[in-house]
């Protein structure tokens, strides 16, 4: 297997930037709906907020948490296909496969390091300088994504 070149990595991310939102828009639909349910139940009290979006994004408890909840969401989605599957749909649907040096699935720790340095995708732009097409992420993560051709 040889290394994923910029091309194939953009395609993927492309499509998992568009799984992810999905992923989002129904996490923040369950969040409305759990919110809505505990003020209609009398849990949390309305005051001045208009309606539940405004609550989730203008209540000083909720603005924290609301956003750290989506951003959870997305860290796990990415944590979980990696660590489980070593790919995403996206990274899938262009036949690549992320793995540790050792040719093993990623630890979480490798994953999160992964997350935490890929600039949101911005880290694949190494891949287009470096000598054996890795990138950013995968140097800090000691991570290789490889293309997998179509067995015949």
Same mark, same amino acid.
């Given at each position: ?12 991310? #492309?499509?998992? #930037?568009?799984?992810? *939102?999905? #992923?989002?828009?129904? %996490?923040? $639909? ?7 349910? %505990?003020?209609?139940?009398? !849990? ?6 208009? +309606?539940? /979006? ?8 909720? %603005?924290? !948490? ?10 796990? &989605? ?9 790919? *995403? =749909? ?5 036949? !690549? ?9 990623? /630890?979480?720790?490798?994953? =999160? ?5 890929? $600039? &949101?995708? =911005?880290?694949?732009? *190494?891949?287009?300088?470096? /000598? ?9 993560? /000691? *991570?290789?994504?490889?293309? +997998?051709?179509?067995?015949?």
């Amino acid at each position: 297997m040889k290394e994923a070149g910029f091309f194939r990595r953009l395609g993927a991310w #492309v499509y998992d #930037v568009l799984v992810v *939102t999905a #992923v989002l828009i129904a %996490a923040g $639909a369950i969040a409305l709906g759990v919110v809505a349910l %505990a003020l209609k139940i009398g !849990l949390l009290n309305m005051g001045n907020y208009v +309606d539940v /979006s405004h609550y989730l994004n203008n209540h000083p408890v909720a %603005a924290i !948490l609301y956003p750290l909840y989506l951003f959870t969401v997305m860290v796990g &989605f990415y944590a979980y296909f990696w660590c489980k599957a070593g790919q *995403t =749909l996206g990274m899938r649907a262009w036949r !690549l496969h992320l793995q540790n040096e050792d040719g093993q699935r990623v /630890s979480l720790t490798q994953a =999160l390091v992964r997350m935490a340095t890929s $600039a &949101f995708g =911005l880290g694949n732009v *190494t891949v287009l300088i470096d /000598s054996k097409n890795r990138s950013l992420q995968d140097h800090m993560a /000691s *991570t290789h994504v490889y293309f +997998d051709p179509k067995v015949k």
